[in-house]
T-cell receptor, first 116, second 116 residues
Framework: ETGVTQTPRHLVMGMTNKKSLKCEQHLGHNAMYWYKQSAKKPLELMFVYNFKEQTENNSVPSRFSPECPNSSHLFLHLHTLQPEDSALYLC???????????????FGSGTRLTVV | AQTVTQSQPEMSVQEAETVTLSCTYDTSESDYYLFWYKQPPSRQMILVIRQEAYKQQNATENRFSVNFQKAAKSFSLKISDSQLGDAAMYFCAYRSPMDSNYQLIWGAGTKLIIKP
């Protein structure tokens, strides 16, 4: 058990589909993050939530829509994606933005997304 | 802006031997945090070791240690007595204390292969 659980593990979707990625943590953390990991590229931070409030949108296209209903759950809603959006999407959490980040993040195992 | 460079896309080492992974970074800040993360085939990103820039002593975690050269902006990871379970992608990351979202700046990673 990693502490951060992501579902589904794999997802194949067409460009006209709508799907959602889910992330759940039971660590009592208050900050949650979405990262995009593409082959041979550094991780890209997409969104940051702190105490359910979005604090960062790293110039992410509107076809990606995050949702954080509570501090334990984070969603990434996907619609009309492009093939170049195919990547591993990682969720992470940390105690909060202001403290505990010094100790790194706890990551999930990611959702491997393929857009066809 | 800060950048992190990992110049070795792939490294291999014989089991039980020692290997060093390189990381350099560019920053004008004097205080910051550096991390090494490991991503095994399970895809979960796992914190290996961290270093605070104001500490001159190199961090050590069991078989993992770093060689932190602040003036040279170098942060290499040494893995002693390599084990098959060490096979993974290794990522170096930088965190600025000035970033309000405490986000990490990542290198592109080094794939470590352990030869039995």
């Amino acid at each position: 058990e990693t502490g951060v659980t992501q579902t589904p593990r794999h997802l194949v979707m067409g460009m006209t589909n709508k799907k959602s990625l889910k992330c759940e943590q039971h660590l009592g953390h208050n900050a949650m993050y979405w990262y995009k990991q593409s082959a041979k590229k550094p991780l890209e931070l997409m969104f940051v939530y702190n105490f359910k409030e979005q604090t960062e949108n790293n110039s992410v296209p509107s076809r990606f829509s995050p949702e954080c209903p509570n501090s334990s759950h984070l969603f990434l809603h996907l619609h009309t994606l492009q093939p170049e959006d195919s990547a591993l999407y990682l969720c992470a959490s940390s105690p909060s933005l202001g403290t505990g980040n010094n100790y790194g993040y706890t990551f999930g195992s990611g959702t491997r997304l393929t857009v066809v | 802006a800060q950048t992190v460079t990992q110049s070795q896309p792939e490294m291999s080492v014989q089991e039980a031997e020692t290997v060093t992974l390189s990381c350099t970074y560019d920053t004008s800040e004097s205080d910051y945090y550096l991390f090494w993360y490991k991503q095994p085939p399970s895809r979960q990103m796992i914190l290996v070791i961290r270093q605070e820039a104001y500490k001159q002593q190199n961090a050590t975690e069991n078989r993992f240690s770093v060689n932190f050269q602040k003036a040279a902006k170098s942060f290499s990871l040494k893995i002693s007595d390599s084990q098959l379970g060490d096979a993974a992608m290794y990522f170096c990351a930088y965190r600025s204390p000035m970033d309000s979202n405490y986000q990490l700046i990542w290198g592109a990673g080094t794939k470590l292969i352990i030869k039995p």
